[in-house]
């Protein structure tokens, strides 16, 4: 169609040489300028050539970018609703399984609140239980103590009289080892004061292992403590009736004024003045128990006045000290 177009265009385009002579003379200046001027000239005719186009095509270019860009737009909005039901899609998913989490949590915690309160109810059972067993063993073993000490207590009563009974019975046969009598053997100026004490078995068995010591002392008054002998370790056995005599010898000749300021008899057994003692001391066992005598006398002057006279020996006594006398 286009080659039957008439070549007007062309025509009136094409260069005449006879019109403007100076048209196709060669220029002298700057290329750069000149480049510049031939490129808006072919943009020119280009523009020329364009207007001149017949209408039709033109219609048919601006029907044929309607129609692309209808359909280019009809796709769009069908891919823009395609996003729109997927995003939808992906929203009611995340909404469905939001739901569904809480639905899932709220189930774990009614499980979990059940299971916390059947544990606490099964704790409290558990420990009710507990306590009143513990109770009820309490309440045993008070009853089984109750029990235990009236039995208890019964047994010891029943040994304590058994015991007193044995005791008893014991006292009565047991052997006895005690002073039968003391007295001064001599008393003078310049001789040693002496003195003896017979002891026997006044019991009804034999006395085992009897050990004892005896001293003589100048004292004014007793001294503390116990009685100052030394028991040895082993000794002989005592039959009933069997006697012990103890002699007593005083270690320095008396003098006139020891025996002038030796104090008198009295009452209070306080003696006041230095003078002589005597003790002895017996260990011995009976019926595999232990036992002992022990004695002491002081020489005094005799006393008319005294309530109590001792054993007499030319105007002197022996009288009982206030400790260190006595017997189990």
Partial sequence: MMDDLPAQGDAQNTPNPTADPQTHQPLIGNPGIDEQKQRERRKERCRRKLHKA?????????????????????YA???????????????????????????????????????????????????????????????????????????ASAAKSEADTAEKEA???????????????????????????????????????????????????????????????????????????GEITVTYLDSLPATTDFLNGMPELTVNDD????????????EYSSFGRKHHTEICYHLTKSNPEADATPVVKTGYLLRQCQKWHSAD
């Fill in 77 to 151: 909005i069908r891919q823009a609703n395609a996003a729109k039901k997927t995003a939808k899609a992906a929203f009611d998913a995340i909404e469905e399984a939001k739901r569904d989490n809480i639905a899932s949590i709220n189930t774990q915690q009614q499980i979990a609140q059940t299971a916390l309160a059947k544990s606490q109810e099964n704790f409290v059972a558990s420990s009710n239980a507990a306590a009143q067993q513990f109770s009820d063993t309490l309440k045993q073993m008070q009853a089984q103590t109750r029990t235990q000490v009236i039995a």
């Fill in 271 to 282: 003696p006041g003045n230095a003078t002589l003692f005597f003790f002895t001391r017996f």
């Fill in 54 to 74: 017949p209408v039709w095509i033109e219609a048919a270019c601006a029907i044929l970018l309607v129609v692309i860009t209808g359909t280019y737009t009809y």
């Fill in 167 to 241: 005791l008893v019975s014991e006292e009565n046969l047991r052997a006895i080892i005690e002073a039968k009598v003391c007295q001064i053997e001599r008393i003078g100026v310049g001789e040693k004061i002496a003195a003896r004490c017979d002891f026997t078995n006044a019991g009804h068995s034999e006395a085992f292992n009897v050990r004892g010591a005896s001293d003589t002392k100048r004292w004014q008054s007793l001294p503390d403590g116990p009685i100052p002998v030394n028991i040895i370790e082993s000794g002989d056995n005592l039959a009933v009736g």
